[in-house]
Nanobody, 125 residues
Framework: QVQLVQSGGGSVQAGGSLRVSCAAS????????MGWFRQAPGKEREFVAA????????YYSDSVKGRFTISRDNARNTVYLQMNSLKPEDTAVYYC??????????????????WGQGTQVTVSS
């Protein structure tokens, strides 16, 4: 059973930076597509970023492109989301997720089988 444990996040003023991390255990991390999603109050969970097995391919939603960076360290079984130039509209609970089945990263929730516990990110204006 794969477990994903998140850390990081917190509160910051607009324009600031935060990083969230997600450590995996119980599976073959290097064979999983990894993604980040977020859910704001009263809204559906949405795709933020995804990364391929080896980290050579990354995908971002239009709303975070150029500001957020997803990366992974397969030796540490960890995926990161570096968030720069944060905006109040980035406020949400952020979730990491693992897709053990796909060959290329997907933006669709349904392909991600394992989920982290969620981390609050709050950006004040």
């Amino acid at each position: 059973q794969v477990q994903l444990v998140q850390s990081g996040g917190g509160s910051v003023q607009a324009g600031g930076s935060l990083r969230v991390s997600c450590a995996a255990s119980g599976g073959t991390f290097s064979m999983y597509i990894m993604g980040w999603f977020r859910q704001a109050p009263g809204k559906e969970r949405e795709f933020v970023a995804a990364i391929s097995w080896g980290g050579d391919s990354t995908y971002y939603s239009d709303s975070v492109k150029g500001r957020f960076t997803i990366s992974r360290d397969n030796a540490r079984n960890t995926v990161y989301l570096q968030m720069n130039s944060l905006k109040p509209e980035d406020t949400a609970v952020y979730y990491c997720a693992a897709d053990p089945s796909s060959a290329v990263p997907s933006t669709y929730l349904k392909w991600y089988q394992y989920w982290g516990q969620g981390t609050q990110v709050t950006v004040s204006s």
